[in-house]
């Protein structure tokens, strides 16, 4: 099966007269794919060509196999499904400049990060430049059907953060691709300024990144201000230094002009005190960035404990007062296991299936 999700509107078109359509059909397709319809759905082809499509090709390689809405605020987080049987996980979130979508790059992820859930099992596969389009689409739909259950205007995705599991630089073409294929003349049409990358820190995929002229937010997780402490959560803390990344990150900056940012997330006893805030606000001192403090959310697996609210404001105050630009992230959909990795595990235990998903597809 071809998959047709992950090509260009010019490479659609070129497949479609190598199989012997014309080439406006080509366009026809692109359009229909980018709009999240499946072949059934594309009715200005003839039936026949419908059926000949669906037997050679895939148009929506995603599919959403579980909702969950958290009473808190408007978060929704998504369990998808792919086509051989794994699933994967996105997190809709809705701001007042628009609906942003997590997106995930690998199933699994092999980084091992000590309190991220997505890395307990390693990585199972990369995803394909298709299947992460497959995921916005996937949940354009979703908030389509959403507002025609509901009523309401009908929202699409116009931000993404690539943030969910695994590690994007791990996936480096396919990523790419898939950044190219968001500003396609009559695609999704999605910003690059709109769409943030989140890596652990792969320097020398941080320095091609910066080579490819796609404006997208590079942010990283550093979640300690010295290798030391680094080290005690993630094992990529072995293979290149804080240094190098910050090196990486100038870098960055100075091809792209964009600022990078920084996530921390505070854990208790680790790096959470006002000496680690003092030593992370001389380490950034001067660097065009800011850094967005996230409360750990706590994984089950994974033995390590959040922070109190006063211990975040205190570490805040530190960063201000050396005049560090910082937010401390909105804690959403905490009730419906919006970390990174927690639904999925928690399905793929409750389920207990051959199937990795337990889903029928
Ligand atoms: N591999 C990439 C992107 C995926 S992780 C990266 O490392 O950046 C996305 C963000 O979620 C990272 O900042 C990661 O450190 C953070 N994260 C993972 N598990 C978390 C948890 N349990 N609590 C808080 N943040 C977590």
């Keep these: 099966m071809t998959e047709l999700t992950g090509m260009t509107a010019a490479e659609v078109t070129a497949w479609m007269k190598a199989e012997g359509y014309p080439a406006f059909r080509g366009s026809q397709v692109f359009r229909w794919i ?20 669906k037997a050679k090709a895939v148009a929506q390689p995603v599919t959403v196999q579980l909702s969950r809405r958290s009473a808190l605020d408007d978060t929704v987080k998504l369990l998808y499904a792919l086509k051989d049987g794994n699933c994967v996980e996105g997190v809709i979130m809705r701001y007042k400049y628009g609906v942003s979508l997590c997106i995930s790059t690998q199933v ?7 309190f991220c859930a997505s890395t307990l099992e390693g990585r199972i596969r990369d995803l394909t430049a298709g299947e992460m389009l497959g995921e916005i689409l996937a949940a354009n739909r979703f908030l389509a059907e959403e507002a025609e259950t509901e009523g309401g205007e009908v929202e699409k995705v116009s931000h993404v953060v690539l943030m969910g599991s695994g590690e994007p630089l791990d996936n480096y073409d396919q990523v790419i691709r898939f950044l190219r294929l968001l500003r396609e003349e009559e695609g999704v049409r999605i910003s690059l300024r709109n769409v943030s990358l989140s890596t652990c820190g792969l320097v020398p995929k941080m320095y091609d990144l910066a080579e490819e002229n796609l404006p997208v937010t590079l942010c990283v997780s550093l979640h300690a201000p010295n290798d030391e402490i680094r080290r005690q959560t993630m094992p990529i803390a072995e293979r290149w230094s804080v240094k190098e990344i910050l090196d990486a990150c100038r870098n960055y900056i100075r091809k792209t002009g964009r600022r990078v940012i920084f996530e921390y997330a505070l854990v208790d006893g680790q790096n959470a005190g006002e000496a680690e805030a003092a ?26 404990k959040g922070v109190s609210e006063e211990t975040v404001r205190r570490f805040m105050k530190v960063l201000e007062e050396k005049h560090i630009s910082v937010t401390r992230r909105r804690e959403m959909g905490d ?15 409750s389920v207990r299936s051959e199937e990795p998903c337990g889903s029928s597809n």
Excluded: W, Y
């Design 108 to 114: 699994g992820c092999r980084m091992g990060c000590r």
């Design 34 to 53: 980018h709009q999240g319809a499946d072949f059934d759905g594309m009715t200005n082809l003839s039936k026949g060509m419908r059926e000949e499509l």
């Design 335 to 349: 009730d419906i296991d919006g970390a990174c990795g927690q639904l999925r595990r928690k399905t793929l235990e």
């Design 279 to 304: 030593e992370l606000a001389e380490l950034l001192r001067g660097l065009q960035c800011h850094v967005n403090l996230i409360p750990l959310n706590e994984v089950k697996e994974r033995n390590l």
